[in-house]
C-alpha cells in the first residue's frame, strides 16, 4: 500500500469528528491499509479502545495526538502569535510517556479559554525524545509563516523542531478543498526543497465518507452554538475530509509521490507496544519497613481481637482469617487493603460517615476487622469467594460510601499521602443520548421549539433501559406516524441517529480515584475539567 493516513480525528475530539472507533478500524481494514494513526485534539481518550480494535482487525494502530503550539523563536512576538497546530506520533514507549507528560502540561500548565496549550519551551528539555512531529499543515507554526510572508520565522522554527525531533519532523501537506491550501502547498514544497525537508500527504480526516459531512457540520454546530443555515459561522472545513482510500491518495498528490511514501516510513518507524489489563497497584509504606504481607496480617489479628474485647473468638473466625490472608497475599493484594483501610480510618477519626460496606466486598472477614466494612461476615454466612477467588483473577473492589459533603476531604487526604502527582479522579464521558440529540440537531437546523419538543417527548424516557431514536420509532407509533408524514420532523431524526451515541463531553468521576505506584504520566496523561 502506498499511504497510511497519519492525521485522523475521532469522536474523542469532542468537538470537531463524526468518526467511531470501531468503524475506523474496521473501513481501513477493508481499504487494505496496513495501519493508521488517530490525533484527537489535546488527548488520548481514545487510546485503549482504538488500540485494541486495531490489533484484532490485523491493523497497525499509531498513537498520536494534534496540539495546540504556542511560542515562536522570535520572543519579541511570541507572546502575540496565535496558537498553531502540531501533530506528534510515537515511535515507542519513550515517546508514548513523553507524549503523556506534554499533555498533562498542556491541560494543568497551559490551558487558557479551555484550550491546552503546548509551549515553545518545554520541547527545549528533551521531551520530544521518541516522537515524530508533522508540521500541522496550513495551521501550524510553517504554514501560518509561509502564508503571511515571513519565511525567516518558518526557517527557524524548521531548524529547531528538526534538531527537537532528531529528524523526525515533517512538512505536511494537505489537499481538502479550503481556502489557501494550495497557496500553503506550493510554498511548503519549495520551503522543505530548499531547507532539506522531508513532506508527507495527510487529508485531516474527520469523518469517514462525504455523505457525512453534513453531520460533521451539524456537531460542530451543536458544540460552537451556531446554526447550520447561518451564513457567518466559521467554515473550518470542507467534504474532502473523509478517509481517502490509498488509491485516491495517490491521485490526489501524483506529483508528489515522495508525500505518500513518507506516510509508509513514517508508520514502519512508529513501533509502540502497550500492554494492557495488567495491574499496576501503589506500595503501602509500612512503618519500620515491614513488609506489606506481614503487616497486613498482624494488623489483621489485631483487629480481630479488637472486634471481641475481654474474649477469644471463636476458631471459625482464626480460621477463616487465616484463609483470607492466604489468598489476598498469594494474589498480592496486602497493599490494597491496607490502602483502603488507612484512608476509611482517616476518614472516620475525622468525623466524615462511611456507610458499613455493601456489595461482595462485606463478604470479607479480612476487611471486617481492618475497620473496612461493619458487617461480620460469619454471623451473616456470607462468602469471601464471592469477593476475592484465586481461580478467577480479578481486582477487589470495595463499595465504599462516604457522605457527600466530606468527600472531597477524604480525595484530599489520599492526594497528599500517597502523592497528588500519583493520584488522579477517574474520567468520565458524556455522549448525545437519544432525547438530547433530538434538542441539539433540531437547534442547529433552526426547527421550532415547539416541534423540537414534541419529538423530544415522544422519545421514552426510562433511566434503566437502553433507548435510541431506532428504538423509538419502533415502540411509539405517533412519533413514526410523525416520521413517515413530516419532512422537519424527518430531517431531524435522521440526522440525530447519525449523531447519537457519539462521545460530547468529558466529566470527572464524583467519587472514583486511581492510585499509581509511579507518576501516572507513566500509564495515562491527565486531563483537566
Known sequence: PGFVHLHVHTEFSLVDSVVRVPELVAAVAAAGMPAVAITDRGNLFGLVKFYRAALAAGVQPIVGAEVWYVGGPDKSQSERQEPARLVLLCRNQVGYRNLCRLLTRAWLEGQQGGVPLLRRDWLHEGTAEGLIALSGGRDGVLGRSLLSGVPEIAERTAADFRDWFHGDF?????????????????????????????????????????????????????????????????????????????????????????????????????????????????????????????YLRSQSEAGLAARFPGAAPAAAYAGRLATELDVICRMGFAGYFLIVADFIR???????????????????????VLGITDLDPIHHDLLFERFLNPERVSMPDFDIDFCMEGRDRVIDYVSERYGRDRVSQIITYG???????????????????????????????????EMTLDIALAQEAELRELYNKDEDVRSVIDLGRRLEGLVRNAGRHAGGIVIAPRDITEFTPLYQV
Open 170 to 294: 515533517f512538512v505536511e501537506l494537505q489537499r481538502t478543498g479550503r481556502p489557501q491550501d494550495d497557496d500553503y502547498l506550493h510554498a511548503a514544497v519549495r520551503f522543505a526543497g530548499a531547507l532539506g525537508l522531508p513532506v508527507v500527504a495527510t487529508n485531516d480526516v474527520r469523518f469517514l465518507t462525504p455523505d457525512e459531512f453534513e453531520a460533521h457540520e451539524a456537531r460542530v454546530c451543536i458544540q460552537t452554538g451556531y446554526v447550520l443555515a447561518d451564513p457567518g459561522r466559521p467554515r473550518l472545513y470542507s467534504d474532502q475530509q473523509y478517509l481517502r482510500s490509498p488509491a485516491e491518495m495517490a491521485e490526489l498528490f501524483a506529483d508528489l509521490p515522495e508525500a505518500l511514501e513518507n506516510s509508509v516510513e513514517i508508520a514502519r518507524r512508529c513501533h509502540l507496544a502497550l500492554t494492557l489489563g495488567e495491574t499496576h497497584l501503589p506500595d503501602y509504606e509500612v512503618p519500620g519497613g515491614a513488609a506489606p504481607d506481614d
Open 346 to 368: 482517616w476518614a472516620r477519626e475525622n468525623n466524615i460517615p462511611v456507610g458499613p460496606g455493601r456489595g461482595s466486598g462485606a463478604g470479607s472477614l479480612v476487611a471486617w
Open 431 to 465: 455522549t448525545m443520548a437519544a432525547r438530547a440529540v433530538v434538542r441539539d440537531v433540531g437547534r442547529v437546523l433552526g426547527q421550532s421549539y415547539g416541534l423540537v419538543d414534541r419529538i423530544a417527548k415522544l422519545v421514552p424516557n426510562d433511566p434503566g433501559a
